[in-house]
């Protein structure tokens, strides 16, 4: 058989990206190739410096490029707030409502039995030494309203409770159903203002 | 101002992608960094080959990585006929319908004067010097069935016209308004049988 072509290889390779099939996946290689290969260089350098650059914070673990990153490093915070978000987009919505001065966990996921991502998949463990580390007293749960995030929400709480931590949960502004990330700024900051225990 | 970071610069960089905004953007770069790296790696290589290796065919300007393509090499075909495509897609619709085989002429897209994309912007005057060696005596005009693509071929066909080429274009079975590239095979070919005299 004949090897792939580098175009060949470049359409196989977009299809890693999310939501793009054989077709699309043709159809931004030849635009890229045709009309932006400037466009095509910079992307093919951000994805390799990204890749090998980006980690997990040893604290919070949302993405960053150092050990510990900005947010858990900043000693300004309250540290016996910490909200647990499912992204790094839904707690970049909680810090633009300047309703939360505490820190955070970010989860990089929620419970998702028929996708295969239970517990283990989730950061859960390190989310337990870290609410439990004597500081803490509150831990807000800022994950979705969507049923997977509504089940992380109730595994969390009933996992902290018995550690004698107080678990609340954003109020029920937020629509159901809707993914935290796109509901409007005003909608989380009531919803966190309303936050109730769980 | 702060450097962007590596993740900041991937989710700019993913912009250049054709039909991604910035929502989009951060999806895939999380998605590509919490779940596929080793596809994030594969694309960046693929890219930074595909952009230094792929060139333009010298003959009939699709994207090769030699000087002349594998099908202008093809010494089995009717140098007599000559096809007219705006896109490699289309030229591969047309392989595949098994009814021509003479050499093909991609044009990489089509006048589309509201977009700025005037007989310059598009490969005419090497189609002109290619259509002209002496051998082509037909240029069966396969560009879509859109305004642009019919505007396309009343222009070409009104510049071969002159200079004693025989141009046909596909026949009207592909349904006005559509693309090329996602009609199926079948129609293709009823097209191709059915070609006339433009």
Known sequence: ????????????????LPGVGPKSAQRIAWHLLQHDREGAIQL????????????????????TEDEICDTCRDRTRDASLLCVTETPADQVVIEQTMT???YYFVLMGSLSPLDGVGPKEI?????????????????VLATGFS?????TAHY?????????????????????GAELEYVDVGTVARAFLDRRKS
């Open 147 to 151: 049923n997977e995030g509504e089940a």
């Open 156 to 176: 969390i709480a009933e996992m902290l409770k018995p550690r004698g931590i107080t678990v609340t949960r954003l109020a029920r502004g937020v629509p159901v």
């Open 100 to 102: 939360f001065k505490g």
């Open 1 to 16: 058989m004949k090897p792939l072509s580098s175009l060949q290889q470049l359409v196989q390779a977009l299809r890693h």
């Open 44 to 63: 093919s350098e951000a994805l390799s410096n990204a890749v090998s650059r980006v980690r997990h914070c040893l604290c919070c673990n949302t993405f």
């Open 123 to 139: 950061a859960f463990d390190r989310l337990i030494k870290r609410a439990t580390d004597g500081l803490v007293k509150e831990v």
